[in-house]
């Protein structure tokens, strides 16, 4: 992953069986999930002939407040680093890094225009 690309996308959404069968049938993905302890399953979907998962869906209740949409990350070299640019470039932290196990770190944060983008330092391979 390059600095500044996008490396990852996810899926809110309040019903992931209905994302997994359109999915399915509009582009042949096939899906895995992943236990994550108290935070329920989470869906990886795979698309064929590729070696990585391309996408995970993770269930968004429509009692919460945010986006039912795809939720896009940007790679970035050093989340603390990134992340200290966000202010003072006129954005917001949502949610400074946490670490996620053998993904890497991650932080919510806003642009000037007040779009949603998450930063992904991903763990050392």
């Avoid at 994302?19 to 096939?30: D, I, N, P, R, S």
């Avoid at 989340?79 to 006129?90: L, Q």
């Amino acid at each position: 992953m390059t600095h500044g690309s996008f490396c990852w996308n996810e899926l809110m959404t309040p019903d992931v069986a209905a994302a997994k069968a359109f999915y399915g049938a509009a582009l042949g993905w096939t899906f895995t999930e992943e236990d994550m302890g108290d935070n329920g399953l989470y869906t990886l979907a795979h698309a064929k002939g590729q070696e990585k998962p391309v996408a995970g869906i993770y269930e968004w209740p429509e009692s919460q407040p945010g986006s039912r949409d795809w939720f896009p990350y940007v790679a970035v070299d050093d989340i603390d680093a990134a992340v200290s640019k966000v202010v003072p470039a006129g954005g917001r932290v949502m949610r400074g890094p946490w670490a996620i196990p053998g993904v890497g770190k991650i932080a919510i944060v806003l642009d000037a225009a007040g779009s949603a983008i998450g930063y992904l330092e991903p763990a050392p391979m």
